[in-house]
Nanobody, 124 residues
Framework: QVQLVESGGGSVQAGGSLRLSCAAS????????VGWFRQAPGKEREGVVS???????TYADSVKGRFTISRDNAKNTLSLQMNNLKPEDTAMYYC??????????????????WGQGAPVTVSS
């Protein structure tokens, strides 16, 4: 059974950093596409970064140069290092997998397994 558990959320001032983790079980993260998404109150869920079996990540323009995704295959864990955080980064962050295919890596409807989310709050 596929399971994803996020951790590491919290509150930080603008310009600060946070590191999120996504612990996976029931599948190998190095074999399948996994994505980080976020959803702010009153807004649609949006893709942040997606990484497939090749290890090449695709970042949303809004986070390029500030966020970095990494995989620890031994621990079967995905991490998201978030630097230079902005108030507009405030959201619930989710990792997702069981990607159904295609090339729109930021289409949330194409992912069928989700974690419970980790909250990130950035104050100005």
């Amino acid at each position: 059974q596929v399971q994803l558990v996020e951790s590491g959320g919290g509150s930080v001032q603008a310009g600060g950093s946070l590191r999120l983790s996504c612990a996976a079980s029931g599948f190998r993260i190095s074999w399948y596409r996994v994505g980080w998404f976020r959803q702010a109150p009153g807004k649609e869920r949006e893709g942040v970064v997606s990484i497939g079996s090749t290890g090449d990540p695709t970042y949303a323009d809004s986070v390029k140069g500030r966020f970095t995704i990494s995989r620890d295959n031994a621990k079967n864990t995905l991490s998201l290092q978030m630097n230079n955080l902005k108030p507009e980064d405030t959201a619930m962050y989710y990792c997702a997998t069981n990607y159904q295919g295609g090339y729109n890596f930021f289409d949330a409807s194409l992912y069928n397994s989700w974690g419970q989310g980790a909250p990130v709050t950035v104050s100005s």
